[in-house]
């Protein structure tokens, strides 16, 4: 039996010690499954400025600008624009958003109105 010490830990966010998260390697993967799928469908890009034509990047130097200042620092939101790489991508997007749809539906859960 492997004990929890063998276990090798990159970050703590399932917790640590005896009352680590037993599925971390199921929600590791499937954290590695959705980006991968966000990197193979999309285009991110960010916004471009309508007066300069220049992209609107943050300056990392600004921290009051780009970090929050609650006792849990995380990064302000960085406007950016999703788009499909090609037009076989999108319908593969849409595909599955309709059928994550049905399923919600499916389950009685309010469904997205978009």
Request: negative net charge.
């Given at each position: 039996?492997r ?10 966010n ?9 599925g971390i390697h ?47 620092v ?31 539906d ?9």
């Amino acid at each position: 039996m492997r004990s929890l010490k063998s276990i090798s830990i990159d970050s703590y966010n399932f917790g640590w010690g005896r009352r680590f998260c037993q599925g971390i390697h199921v929600a590791e993967a499937a954290l590695f499954i959705a980006c991968a799928r966000i990197a193979w469908a999309l285009d991110i890009t960010p916004l471009v400025d309508g007066q300069t034509g220049r992209a609107v990047i943050p300056d990392v130097d600004d921290e009051a600008r780009t970090w929050t200042a609650e006792s849990l620092v995380s990064p302000t939101v960085f406007p950016v624009v999703w788009r499909a790489r090609d037009d076989v991508r999108a319908k593969i997007i849409n595909a599955v958003f309709e059928e994550a749809q049905t399923e919600w539906d499916n389950l009685g859960l309010d469904t997205d109105l978009r």
